[in-house]
């Protein structure tokens, strides 16, 4: 039986999940699987690919935020782009021939400049990068397979997947739905140490393999919020017509921000404490689109050289968000479709026939508040300035974001995109 466990938090990020279901039918010896913790990670020689990979994730992240743009428009966006990347890179791990090629290729790689053992690395020293223990952040990605007592892996896969991607593997009988389900969830719960629990609950009958893949991210903002200053009821405009209330947080204090006349935008950025930033992104009335379509590396690279430290008098609200994504739509629409259909080739997973991609899922939540702390009544605050408020509109430009805004995660060693969407109702959870 598992065991949840609950903490309460005013500022913390986790995205819940990637899923990845596999459907075939195959008949071989069971698998010699592994059970036990993945070893402690040491960071591997850096390759080329490494110091590309930022802005080739980044490219990715945009190019999948515009298919959901497209999919799901005037909704709330939000996934985990460094998830995705790295569960498709370890998926490709086990690909050949035109299935592998897809996957590389909608991930952003160009076999011309880059070997596939050259991809695998870089994605090894990432995942190591991000998983590298830092104070004051706590941030994890990992993986986990499940793969059918039927289904033979070979050798090879098992070990490349746990040296690159430090994934265990765990033999599972699917044959019984709600026993795997129970045994899924029992191991994310255990690997999440209680933040992630009753992941899985539409298993298909005929899954062999199932791949989880999770990020989890917390830390505390550099310069928390007051929640004296907050507002409680605050309007939101989610369109011309639709106006909803909304707990506004308020602050005066010193950011990094700029006005891009180029593409009429607003961008603040908030740093945490250690190692990671969010970028806040307020397009002009009627501009979101215009953003969202020239979104790329180089705007991340244009805003980094730009931004520039100045008083500013924000207003950010206060709300949580969740989504939960079909990835095969998106995936199929990026190039990645032998994947999906009978001619799919994972002969570098197993040499059973048949193996095919039948879902994938991705699910996703954030909450953003004050502090950034499990007990709100442990942070104390002091005061940075103290006047009234008409001199504080006179003396600093007011950023307020009451509108659709688009929303950054970034760990910074890596300039690798944690989260990435879009704020459209902040209500709607």
Partial sequence: ????????????????TFLLGLHATTKGAPPSSSEGKVPTCYLPQQNDTF???????????????RKFAVEIPDQNIFFSPVSISAALAMLSFGAGSSTQTQILEALGFNFTDTSVAEI????????CSLNFPKKELELQIGNALFIGKKLKPLPKFLDGVKTLYETDVFSTDFSNVSAAEQAINCQVEKQTKGKIVNLIHDLKL????????YIHFKAQWANPFQPSKTEDSSNFLVDKIITVKV??????????????????????????????LALFVLPKKGQMEWVEASMSSKTLKKWNRLLQKGWVNLFV?????????????????????DAFADKADFSGLTEDNGLKLSYAAHKALLHIGEKGSD???DVTVSEVISM????ITLLHPIIRFDRTFLLMILEKNTRSILFLGKVVNPTEV
């Fill in 375 to 377: 007990d709100v009544n």
């Fill in 51 to 65: 110091y590309k990979m930022s802005s080739i994730n980044a490219d990715f992240a945009f190019n999948l935020y």
């Fill in 206 to 213: 005929n899954a062999i393999m199932v791949l989880v893949n």
């Fill in 120 to 127: 695998q690395q870089g994605f090894q020293y990432l995942i």
């Fill in 317 to 337: 609200p206060k709300f949580s968000i969740s989504a939960t994504h079909d990835l095969r739509i998106m995936l199929l629409k990026m190039g990645i479709e």
């Fill in 247 to 276: 707990p506004m947080m308020h602050q005066v204090e010193q950011y990094h921000y700029l006005v891009d006349m180029e593409l009429n935008c607003t961008v603040l950025q908030m740093d945490y404490n250690k190692n990671a």
């Fill in 388 to 391: 009234d408020q008409s001199e």
């Fill in 1 to 16: 039986m598992c065991y949840c466990l609950h903490s309460r938090m005013s500022v913390f990020l986790y995205l819940i």
